[in-house]
């Protein structure tokens, strides 16, 4: 390992799901939960749609309810194409999700409620962060342990990062391969995996895919 | 113990049980339930309290007892709970208590933290020892969505006097103040009887001593003899696709011992599948673990055509098992069946006998949808993650008002 390069700490994240016990049963009620819940609520049921590792037709909870539920497909693909993690803050997706909302609205003003039992439920969660012991000093290792790291890992490090770096950062591979290991062209190639239309296990497998390629052309002698 | 489970369960539910189980190390986590057999809560409970010791917790598991009358009681309270309507009178609810009261008289209640499961023992919280500064959680295991009123109401007089809450799905949560609510899915054990790999002779063996022919498709109900089970339901979907598939029907159940109502259940579905010798009815003790799973792995196609449920474990034992499913859409069963995906979600008994249909038809596509739902086991309904959250819950009740920790 070259001399000054943090090596890159593998961690997880488990999320235990907490209620507010707060629901809506109709596309109206949703707008006031959305508007009023907590900055926690609204962060679970956008940024952390993706834990649960399925491939769904929608991108967040609230466009599945509109969808599956509410049969409101029009406003369920227009929910779907928010992505938290292009907006600066979760009150951005916040206000996003409501402007969605109104603008259905005032096309389509008298929401019907849903048979009892389908409501959309309010959670929230409580996160444990913890390393998990294993660490990468170089593209090789780093290739080694995404083959078997558990998928909480790659969610935290692929997903997670997304909220918890801020702007213009995309994911912790990413971003040690270019700045830990000075590989731009390499880490452009992981920022090009779309988050929102691959499982978790498929986001490995194209982890897996680019550095393989990489250290094929590495060993062929004509790495970027 | 727990090291059985890699390579089965993930990597990082056993690594966070790890992780806690350090930070929880020699401290005491008591178990309190009504019965010892019968049902998906003991069931659990005989697995989990010896892999929590296993890992260096002092768990320890009591059961409540009752005479007829309060099992009685507490079972028309359960039905109430999921919404039928029942008559109660104050002397019941005072009786209630007091045999609750008895309990606590013989009971050692101290320990660092005390999960009540369900609402038999919910009213022990009126004895908690005062001197330590203890967690008490109540679990509740059934949907009480849409309850009696004013059974939950009594109720509630207990519960809100817990510190933490845990409901198996969302919609059961009771938004009390001064309770954390969390949301905990139950989960099977994959090295239990229940759900080990058997061997073809051991599956034969089953097969032969219930009678069971295997020359034509067999669809399977695993369930007590319970109304919200609805096996008049299932019976009535076997009988829509007979008329165009053959096929053989198993209803197999065990009673409990804090269910009275079972026998009579019995009776009106034995009455109702008449003499029909494709269906076999089959009423086993509750230690049978290995023929269920016997039954669930010859099986082609396994129901849980619920009405109303707690969560439905039996639909994650036949997902491991690698089998189509289909459900009711209710309680925990829309958690564990992604419909059109880890199987089939379904509103009546021609949904059942239509999906049956496609299934018989589609074996490619079942196979499919049985693959897939056990890795949705895997990762989401395996004991060892339920181990996890119960850990995760004690260890973050050190940390009220923050969302994220770290370890």
Redesign the interface.
């Known amino acids: 390992m070259e001399i000054g390069i943090e090596p890159f700490e593998f961690m ?1 994240c ?1 999320s ?8 809506a049963k109709n596309l109206g009620e949703l707008r006031t939960l959305i508007s009023e819940s907590g900055d ?1 609520s609204i962060f679970h049921h956008t940024h952390q749609y993706f834990i649960k ?2 491939i ?1 037709e929608y991108t967040n909870d609230f466009a599945e309810w509109a969808g599956a539920t509410l049969e409101e497909r029009a406003l369920a693909e227009r929910l779907s194409c928010i992505d938290p993690y292009i907006l600066k803050s979760v009150s951005e997706v916040r206000k996003k999700l409501i402007r969605e909302i109104d603008g259905f609205l005032a096309d389509f003003p008298e929401p019907r409620d849903v048979l ?2 389908n ?1 959309f ?1 309010l ?8 390393p ?2 294993v660490t990468a000093e170089n593209l090789e290792e780093l290739l080694i342990i995404v083959e078997h ?5 790659i969610y935290y490090h692929f997903f997670d990062s997304r909220f918890r770096l801020g702007e213009g950062v995309v994911d912790d591979f990413s971003r040690w391969i270019e700045h830990g290991l000075g590989k731009q062209y390499l880490a452009e190639k992981i920022r090009a995996i779309d988050p929102f239309v691959h499982s978790i296990e498929s986001i490995r497998t194209h982890i897996i895919e680019v550095i393989e390629a990489h250290l094929r052309t590495k060993k062929d002698g004509t790495s970027h | 113990m727990i090291k059985q489970y890699s390579g089965i369960s993930p990597n990082g539910d056993l690594l966070l049980i790890q992780k806690l189980s350090e930070k929880l190390q020699g401290k005491s986590f008591l178990h309190i339930n009504s019965t010892r057999e019968g049902g998906g809560v003991a069931e659990i409970l005989s697995r989990m309290i010896p892999l929590l010791l296993d890992i260096g917790i002092d768990a320890r598991w009591e059961v409540i007892e009752g005479d007829s009358d309060f099992f009685n009681f507490t079972k028309k309270t359960h039905n109430a709970l999921q919404g039928d309507k029942e008559k109660f009178t104050k002397k019941m609810w005072d009786y209630y208590y007091e045999v609750n009261k008895r309990n606590s008289k013989k009971l050692d209640l101290s320990a660092d933290a005390v999960l009540i499961h369900d609402p038999q023992p919910a009213p022990l919280i009126g004895f908690r020892p005062r001197s330590k500064k203890n967690l008490w959680m109540w679990r509740c295991h059934i949907d009480v969505s849409r309850p009696m009123e004013s059974v939950w109401t009594n109720l509630k007089k207990y519960v809100k006097q817990y510190d933490t809450a845990i409901f198996s799905v969302s919609k059961f949560a009771k938004s009390m103040p001064k309770v954390d609510e969390f949301i905990v899915t139950p989960s099977i054990d994959p090295l239990s009887d229940k759900n080990r790999e058997l061997t073809e002779d051991e599956i034969n063996e089953v097969s032969e001593r219930f009678g069971i022919p295997r020359d034509k498709p067999i669809i399977l109900q695993v369930s007590r003899f319970d109304k919200f089970k609805d096996p008049i339901g299932v019976i009535n979907a076997y009988k829509i696709v007979k008329k165009y598939n053959d096929c053989q029907l198993i209803l197999a159940g065990s009673p409990a011992s804090d269910d009275p109502e079972g026998e009579a259940i019995l009776d009106e579905v034995k009455e109702y599948a008449g003499a029909d010798d494709d269906i076999h009815i089959l009423m086993m003790p509750p230690d049978y673990h290995k023929e269920v799973n016997a039954l669930q792995r010859m099986s082609d196609i396994i129901l849980q055509k619920s009405i109303k449920e707690g969560f439905g474990l039996t639909v994650s034992e036949a997902m491991w098992k690698e089998k189509p499913v289909i459900g009711g859409a209710v309680g925990g069963i829309p958690l564990q069946i992604v419909h059109g995906v880890t199987g089939f979600v379904v509103y009546s008994s021609e949904g059942a006998a239509f999906r049956i249909r496609q299934y018989l038809n589609n074996p490619e596509m079942a196979r499919r949808m049985g693959q897939q739902g056990k890795e949705y086991v895997r990762n989401n309904f395996l004991l060892t993650r339920q181990i996890r959250d119960y850990l995760s819950l004690w260890y973050l009740s050190k940390f009220k008002g923050k969302n994220m920790i770290e370890l």
């Open positions: 997880q488990v235990i799901l907490k209620s507010t016990g707060k629901f926690e590792g399925l769904l009892t039992g409501e439920y959670n929230e969660t409580v996160s444990l962060v913890f998990v012991g790291i558990d998928k909480s890992s």
